[in-house]
């Protein structure tokens, strides 16, 4: 029903930045929120940001406020994260996740279907 695929991972250095997409090929669930998650062996996954069905709302992460910004392109079924001004620690791989509402939420238990994720690397 949704099969989400991530790209644009990448090795940068700190400063620099990367825009992620995540694309569904079935090109459905354009009603859902959508979410990007982000994961490290050493920690569990943690929120970084969402974005309503209609791209109407979006929510961040602390963390990554004013430096990451989600948008979403429903005629082509992609939802974007811009990250700017990287830094080490959001070295991880970076997860996207249709919601089961039309809202994003900060929940990962709000999340029905995953991605399986793309590595961002920045460097010192």
């Known amino acids: 029903q949704v099969q989400l695929a991530e790209s644009g991972g990448g090795l940068v250095q700190a400063g620099a930045s990367l825009r992620l997409s995540c694309t569904n090929s079935r090109r459905t669930a354009s009603n859902n929120g959508v979410g990007w998650f982000r994961q490290t062996p050493e920690k569990e996954r943690e929120f970084v940001a969402a974005?309503?069905?209609?791209?109407?709302?979006?929510l961040y992460a602390d963390s990554v406020k004013g430096r990451f910004t989600i948008s979403r392109d429903r005629a082509k079924s992609t939802v974007f994260l811009q990250m700017d001004n990287l830094k080490v620690e959001d070295t991880a791989t970076y997860y996207c996740?249709?919601?089961?509402?039309?809202?994003?939420?900060?929940?990962?238990?709000?999340?029905?279907?995953w991605g399986q994720g793309t590595q961002v690397t920045v460097s010192s």
């Open positions: 996740a249709a919601a089961r509402s039309s809202y994003g939420s900060s929940s990962i238990g709000a999340y029905q279907y």
């Open positions: 974005i309503a069905w209609n791209g109407g709302s979006t």
